[in-house]
């Protein structure tokens, strides 16, 4: 499977974070100077995926710009069938590290974030992408890992969680590119089935 963007991909539109939370300080990363994303994609998808945090999104001139996570997240969305459209994104910091940074404070500091967003948009399945994501939504495993982890369901909050490489991981490692598309197919899969469960 060769790793090209034969149809052009999208900028998503951005979900604004509630207000009171645009100016969050709980941690240091405020300090850095990147701005808060609370998520991008349809706000009201049943189905969130979860990247560790915000890549670039604006150029140096402030043009909107599609860093090469969101370029190959979407290659993989499409390539296993799914639409675009039914997918809400979000992070597990809503602010991008710019600099070093304290991570454990950062990752608790944050959290509250990402269980506010699942508690309003109750989604029925989560999707995490790469290793960062898997640590914190399941700290009761030893160092686990999505090679490990990817091909079978796990749950954050009652709600089932799959995990797949991250992004970027396949965009350095063509060869992941049909795993990524498998654990995505697999993901639409499960996703299905839980939404008509649901109806
Ligand atoms: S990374 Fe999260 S907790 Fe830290 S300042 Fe930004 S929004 Fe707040």
Redesign the pocket.
Known sequence: MAMEMDHPCIILPEEQAPEG?QH???????KQGSR?IWGEGNPQASLMMILDNPGAREDREGSPFLCGTRETLQLGIREAGMDINSVYVTYL???RPIRAYNKPE?RL??LP?LQLQMLQKQPLVLFGLGNVVAEALLPQKENPSVKELRGSWHEFESIPVGFTYHPLAVRRRPNLLKFFVEDLKALKEKWEERSTKAT
Do not use: D, M, N
């Open positions: 939370i969050c300080e709980r941690c240091g990363l405020f808060v910091l809503k602010r950062a500091a944050c974030h």
